[in-house]
């Protein structure tokens, strides 16, 4: 149905889903780096580090 997500849900959902992301980079710069792919280890720890600093949505200023 049409039921909106409680906002203290989203946020929780929201900083999951971003520390999932965070995991599954570190695995595949771990694989890049094994094969030596230094550009593209490069361009996933700038993934990386945008979805460490992410901001939740409609979350105050101060860090989780």
């Known amino acids: 149905g049409g039921?909106?997500?409680n906002p203290v849900r989203r946020k929780r959902r929201?900083?999951?889903?971003?520390a999932y992301?965070?995991?599954?980079?570190?695995?595949l710069r771990g694989v890049a780096?094994?094969?030596?792919?230094e550009m593209l280890c490069y361009?996933?720890?700038m993934a990386?580090?945008?979805?460490?600093t992410s901001r939740?949505?409609?979350?105050?200023s101060h860090p989780p």
């Open 3 to 5: 039921r909106t997500e």
């Open 14 to 18: 929201t900083r999951k889903s971003l």
């Open 21 to 27: 992301i965070r995991q599954m980079l570190a695995e």
């Open 33 to 37: 780096q094994r094969e030596g792919a």
């Open 43 to 45: 361009l996933i720890e």
């Open 48 to 52: 990386y580090v945008e979805a460490a």
């Open 56 to 60: 939740v949505p409609g979350a105050n």
